[in-house]
């Protein structure tokens, strides 16, 4: 009997020593058509996931699932070296859909006014196919819904500071996991034992980031 490929676990992907896979994102904001904010995939690759994300909003009612992500596998290649295998990817991507303000006078003060047009926006991360990323949908909505206040606050967006955070969606939403067990060692056993007391475990440190530990 052939063997049959098993979709790998969630702990089993964070304990490979937190192996790196190759990773993206995206970042568009959605009026009439898709308007790329920051990405750091290729020119070419770039087009070929607009296009792709255009058709499956067409078809589809993602942009009135706001805050709610989704999967989905495509195939990336490189249209000018046919000889270069393409990508097979898997895509989690999330509409985000913010309330505008604008700032107006009232009294001598200047005071924000909520307005009646709302913004959207679509963000993606892309990894390998081989990451069963579906595992890990909680920790990447909450990471992409950090985005919202500063894409509600901000007039004229700062495509550096968003790349900057999508860059680690990788490390924060996945890798937190395997950190956990080798940050912490034998007293991962404090982890568990909070765990099945329905407790939190805070660890206080300076790399709070690189420290990520929930026992919920």
């Not at 034998?186 to 440190?205: C, P, T, Y």
Request: negative net charge; charged residues 25%; aromatic residues 10%.
């Amino acid at each position: 009997m052939a063997n049959e490929s098993i979709p790998k676990t969630r702990n089993e992907i964070s304990s490979e020593k937190c192996k790196e896979y190759v990773h993206f994102f995206a970042l568009y904001e959605h009026r009439n058509s898709l308007t790329l904010l920051c990405s750091d995939l290729n020119k070419k690759n770039q087009s070929q996931l607009t296009n792709f994300l255009t058709k499956r909003i067409i078809s589809t009612t993602l942009m009135s699932r706001p805050n709610e992500g989704s999967f989905c596998t495509l195939e990336l290649c490189d249209e000018e070296n046919k000889d270069v295998q393409s990508q097979s990817l898997i895509c989690f991507h999330m509409p985000i859909i913010t309330t505008n303000y604008e700032i107006k006078a009232a009294d001598g003060d200047d005071q924000e006014v909520e307005t009646d047009e709302n913004k959207e926006f679509f963000v993606c991360l892309l990894i390998s196919s081989e990451v069963n990323l579906e595992f890990f949908r909680p920790e990447l909505q909450e990471f992409c819904s950090h985005l919202t206040s500063q894409l509600t606050s901000q007039m004229d967006y700062d495509k550096d500071q968003f790349g900057s955070y999508l860059s680690g969606w990788y490390q924060v939403s996945v890798q937190y996991l395997c950190r956990c067990v080798s940050h912490m060692g034998s007293d991962i056993s404090l982890l568990f034992h909070s765990a099945s007391m329905n407790r939190f475990l805070e660890i206080n440190s300076r790399r709070a980031r690189t420290l990520r530990c929930s026992s919920s």
